[in-house]
């Protein structure tokens, strides 16, 4: 089956650096997407990925190795504002998404 | 400019009773979607259209119809609804030209509990 994995939760400090991982096993690869989602809000795009490397974006960077099945997204200068879940989703053959469950991310002062 | 809209926002309704929410695009985007969002899991896709007048089921078609009859309006309708259904329900669309990444712009999203 198709199976995207993500941590349900991680807590990061305001200022710092926090890193989501992303792990993905699909039916192909046309490409892997990072969503921001604020609670009570819909998802809006951040990055995508489709060759390895790594794709900066202000202070946002996301990062894939096809061959590892993984994705990370990179959130540096962290602010308040980004508390939110983000969701990893992957593009399989068919160029369906099949998204991840969301990792909730808690910003402390 | 407006996007993607949805409506109701919310809603309450009897288990049994017929739903019909609404989804508007002006942004002449060829693909929508309608998928629902559950606390825990990922967003399931139900219903997708890649041009008017096509329409194709997801991974949780069951108990959801949908239909494509212009560019701007993707509508979801539960035929008799059942506590299961109760989740909050995005509608997306995408341009689904070649060569774009496929990014998908969402509704603000319609909160659906079904008593």
Redesign the interface.
């Known amino acids: 089956g198709q199976n995207?994995d993500q941590p349900t939760e991680m807590t990061a400090t305001e200022g710092a650096i926090v890193q989501i991982n992303c792990t993905y096993q699909t039916s192909g690869f046309n490409?892997l997407?990072w969503?921001q989602q604020h609670a009570g809000?819909?998802?809006?795009?951040l990055s995508?990925n489709?060759l390895d490397g790594l794709e900066e974006k202000g202070r946002f960077s996301s990062f894939l190795s096809r061959s590892k099945g993984y994705s990370y997204l990179l959130l540096k200068e962290l602010q308040m504002k980004d508390s939110a879940s983000y969701?990893c989703?992957v593009?399989d053959s068919n160029?369906?998404?099949?998204?991840?469950?969301?990792t909730k991310l808690i910003i402390k002062p | 400019i407006a996007g993607i809209t949805q409506a109701p926002t919310s809603q309450i309704l009897a288990a049994g009773r017929r739903m019909t929410l609404r989804c508007t695009q002006d942004m002449r985007h060829n693909a929508m979607y309608w998928y629902r969002q559950d606390l825990?899991?990922?967003?399931?896709?139900i219903h997708y259209s890649n041009t008017a007048g096509t329409t194709g089921k997801?991974e949780v078609p069951d108990g959801y119809s949908v239909s494509r009859a212009n560019t701007d309006d993707f509508p979801l309708t539960l035929a008799s609804a059942v506590p299961s259904q109760t989740s909050v329900y995005?509608c997306a669309s995408s341009d689904g030209l070649a060569g774009n990444?496929?990014?998908?712009?969402?509704?603000?999203?319609s909160r659906l509990t079904v008593l």
């Open positions: 995207i490409g997407f969503y809000e819909a998802p809006t795009f995508y489709v969701l989703a593009m160029y369906q998404l099949i998204w991840g469950a969301g | 825990g899991l990922g967003l399931r896709l997801g995005f990444t496929g990014e998908l712009f969402f509704g603000e999203g």
